[in-house]
C-alpha cells in the first residue's frame, strides 16, 4: 500500500482533458513540493512536474501541476495516443524520512 | 550531457546478494545525492534510499534496514547498491536517479535505465 493514493487508471478521448489527483497528509504532500513522473512502457520514470506546478525544459506546456494543502493534481490537456502511459507522484515524507511514491495512474487515451 | 548507466540484469537464488552499479557521466558527480527506487513487476515506484556521493552518508528505508547497502567509487562516480538475503519478493527493476539542484531529496531530474534483478531458484 502507497503512502500517496492515486486513481489506479483514468481515461479520456484524443484531445481531451484529463486530471490525475494525489492525495498525501501533512507529513509529505502538506509540506513538501511534489514532482511527477511519466513512464512509458518499458522505460524508466521521466520527469514532467517538480515543485508542485514547475515543468523542465523540454515538457510541454499540455502538462501542468498544481497543489492544495494535503493534494496535488497533475493535468494533461489536449491528450495525444502517446501520453499513454503510467503516472506518479513523488515526494518526501517528514515523519518517515523516506521518500514516498503514489501508487500510480495508468492513462489510457481512448 | 548527463548520463547514468546501470549494470546489466541479474539472475540469483533465494538467499544471496546482488550488487548493482551506476555510473555517472556528464555532471560533478560528488555534488548530488543519488537515490535508489525499485519497481516490481507490474508494480509502482518504491523509494530504497540514498547516498551522499561526496562523503558517502546514506538513509535506507526502514523496509530495506540491515539488507541494503549503498556505497561510491569517486574515482570512477560509480554508485553501487547491495541487496542481501534475496527473496522471491526482491525481483524488480532496479533504478539509480540522481536529485536535482544538490539538495538531499527534492525531485529526480535523471534516471538510470533500470537493472533487472530476478530471484529465482
Known amino acids: 500500500q502507497s503512502v500517496l493514493t492515486q486513481p489506479p487508471s483514468v481515461s479520456a478521448a484524443p484531445g481531451q482533458k484529463v486530471t490525475i489527483s494525489c492525495s498525501g497528509s501533512?507529513?509529505?504532500?502538506?509540506?513538501?513540493?511534489v514532482s511527477w513522473y511519466q513512464q512509458l512502457p518499458g522505460t524508466a520514470p521521466k520527469l514532467l512536474i517538480y515543485?508542485?506546478?514547475e515543468r523542465p525544459s523540454g515538457i510541454p506546456d499540455r502538462f501542468s501541476g498544481s497543489k492544495s494543502g494535503t493534494s496535488a493534481t497533475l493535468g494533461i490537456t489536449g491528450l495525444q495516443t502517446g501520453d499513454e502511459a503510467h503516472y506518479y507522484c513523488?515526494?518526501?515524507?517528514?515523519?518517515?524520512?523516506?521518500?514516498?511514491f503514489g501508487g500510480g495512474t495508468k492513462l489510457t487515451v481512448l | 550531457q548527463v548520463q547514468l548507466v546501470q549494470s546489466g540484469a541479474e539472475v540469483k537464488k533465494p538467499g544471496a546478494s546482488v550488487k548493482v552499479s551506476c555510473k555517472a557521466s556528464?555532471?560533478?558527480?560528488?555534488?548530488?545525492?543519488m537515490h535508489w527506487v525499485r519497481q516490481a513487476p507490474g508494480q509502482g515506484l518504491e523509494w530504497m534510499g540514498v547516498?551522499?556521493?561526496?562523503?558517502?552518508?546514506?538513509t535506507y528505508a526502514q523496509k530495506f534496514q540491515g539488507r541494503v547497502t549503498m556505497t561510491r567509487d569517486t574515482s570512477t562516480s560509480t554508485v553501487y547498491m547491495e541487496l542481501s538475503s534475496l527473496r522471491s519478493e526482491d525481483t524488480a527493476v532496479y533504478y539509480c536517479?540522481?536529485?536535482?539542484?544538490?539538495?538531499?531529496?527534492?525531485?529526480?531530474?535523471?534516471w538510470g535505465q533500470g537493472t533487472l534483478v530476478t530471484v529465482s531458484s
Open positions: 536517479a540522481r536529485v536535482a539542484g544538490g539538495s538531499y531529496y527534492d525531485y529526480f531530474d535523471y
Open positions: 556528464g555532471f560533478s558527480f560528488t555534488s548530488y545525492y
Open positions: 547516498i551522499n556521493p561526496s562523503g558517502g552518508g546514506t
Open positions: 501533512s507529513s509529505n504532500v502538506g509540506s513538501n513540493s
Open positions: 515543485d508542485s506546478n
Open positions: 513523488g515526494t518526501w515524507d517528514r515523519s518517515l524520512s523516506e521518500g514516498v
